[in-house]
């Protein structure tokens, strides 16, 4: 079995499918995807980054905190079909108590570096709701940089959400490794 990226990472297994029920299901991280998920899709898309782990050995990981307890994900996927821009997403989501404890800028550096290495993409993009500050701080913190150019309306939003307008940092070869603390 391949090992993981990062020590704090691991593989999901179907033990883990009630710590990425309670992730998705805490109001103040479900505020940012737009409302609770209802457990079939909880359960599909768990499905498909468990899948996608063992398919490629890479993807979307388990975040384990110090006690060795599953409080996130993260990790690196394709970006979804119907969405504006192309290529390979970050992405991460913490329980609201795991937050400000540094655990996506401790991960995703090693992730980021063997996606480079091992897939060679030209970047590697990020997008979050613009008013997702903390979000945006994290990308910045990553070495993203915001390209106001390819920023986009979520095509799952109603054109009222709150959330509908999605900006976009990209992580450019060049400047992998360059995280700013």
Same mark, same amino acid.
């Given at each position: =079995?391949?090992?993981?990226?990062?020590? !704090?990472?691991?593989?999901?297994? @179907?033990?883990?499918?009630? #710590?990425?029920?309670?992730?998705?299901?805490?109001?103040?991280?479900?505020?940012?995807?737009?409302?609770?998920?209802?457990?079939?899709?909880?359960?599909?898309?768990?499905? &498909? #980054?468990?899948?996608?782990?063992? !398919?490629?050995?890479?993807?979307?990981?388990?975040?384990?905190?110090?006690?060795?307890?599953?409080?996130?994900?993260?990790?690196?996927?394709?970006?979804?079909?119907?969405?504006? /821009?192309?290529?390979? @997403?970050?992405?991460?989501?913490?329980?609201?108590? #795991?937050?400000? !404890?540094?655990? /996506?800028? *401790?991960?995703?550096?090693?992730? %980021?570096?063997?996606?480079?290495?091992?897939?060679?993409?030209? @970047?590697?993009? *990020?997008?979050?709701? &613009?008013?997702? %500050?903390?979000?945006?701080?994290? =990308?910045?913190?990553?070495?993203?940089? &915001?390209? @106001?150019? +390819?920023?986009?309306?979520?095509?799952?939003? *109603?054109?009222?959400?709150?959330?509908? +307008?999605?900006?976009?940092?990209?992580?450019?070869?060049?400047?992998?490794?360059?995280?700013?603390?």
């Amino acid at each position: =079995m391949p090992t993981t990226p990062h020590p !704090q990472l691991k593989r999901w297994t @179907e033990a883990d499918l009630p #710590a990425w029920i309670a992730i998705h299901q805490d109001d103040k991280v479900a505020q940012w995807l737009g409302g609770l998920i209802s457990a079939e899709l909880l359960r599909a898309a768990f499905d &498909r #980054a468990s899948d996608h782990l063992v !398919q490629h050995d890479w993807g979307v990981w388990a975040v384990l905190d110090g006690r060795g307890d599953v409080v996130g994900a993260a990790g690196l996927q394709p970006i979804r079909e119907g969405f504006p /821009v192309r290529g390979v @997403e970050a992405t991460w989501r913490l329980r609201s108590d #795991a937050w400000g !404890q540094g655990l /996506v800028t *401790a991960v995703m550096p090693d992730l %980021l570096a063997d996606a480079f290495s091992r897939f060679s993409p030209e @970047e590697i993009i *990020a997008f979050t709701p &613009r008013r997702n %500050l903390k979000s945006q701080s994290v =990308m910045q913190r990553l070495g993203f940089q &915001r390209d @106001e150019s +390819r920023d986009f309306d979520h095509p799952a939003l *109603a054109n009222d959400h709150p959330l509908l +307008r999605h900006v976009v940092y990209c992580l450019k070869r060049s400047q992998e490794g360059q995280t700013h603390d």
